[in-house]
């Protein structure tokens, strides 16, 4: 009986992939066409020309991030709005109004003034959604931060350890606080952010050797969900919804 059960599961789980696949194509691949006909003066032939003012617009709209909260309106990642608004239509996710905190199915959502943040369909434009809740799944998910120049520059707020200042990415190198020569590891608590001249200052040497002081020791940062998302892409709105100390990260 259990297994019949679980085969039902999978069953219903590869339907409702199915189902929601096809409700996206036919949904919200909706293009808008402009049909113009121009007549070669040589020839006579007629071509046809299709084209779609606003297919560029609504790509780059459904590729930006929307943050993603669990039921109980913990924020767990990020997904696209064009995912965001898939979830939505099937009943998945309900949309968060970050003004009123209302929340609405795709219903009532799509009733609502689309404003400036929207995308065009044949018939209307629909908000997008910039924060989502999950219908049904209520967990925090165990993430870990992975180790990587880019989240050790995030961790340190792109600010040198050792002369406080801060520089683009770009003007960023990443200093083992315990030098490679002498056994320090690429780790969270062994590596910070530094300036060229506070890196070349240091050289092979620890911060003591060089009496150089770090401005803060260095620890394993806590997930968030910002962290996959570059800073330029992320929503005002959503530090509403997430907690402050998960914000700097
Ligand atoms: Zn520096």
Known sequence: MLDSYRVIGEHAAVVSYCYITTVWACFFSIKVFNVTETVDSRSGFTFRHIFNPFQKYNNVKLSEPALVLNRNWFPIQTTSVRNALCLLYTGACKAIDPESFLIHN????SKLDPGENSII?????????????LSKYGKIPRMSVNFSRRNLYRRDGYTC????????????????ILPKSKGGRTNWCNCVVACGPCNRRKADRTPKESGMKLLRHPSVPKWSPYLN?????????????VKKQTQAS
């Open 106 to 109: 795709f219903n009532s959502w």
């Open 121 to 133: 369909t044949v018939h209307s434009r629909i908000r997008i959604p910039d924060v989502i809740l």
């Open 161 to 176: 350890q050792y002369c406080t200042t801060r520089f683009p990415y770009d003007k960023l190198t990443m200093d083992h």
């Open 229 to 241: 998302i570059d800073e330029r892409k992320r929503r005002a709105v959503w530090s509403k919804f």
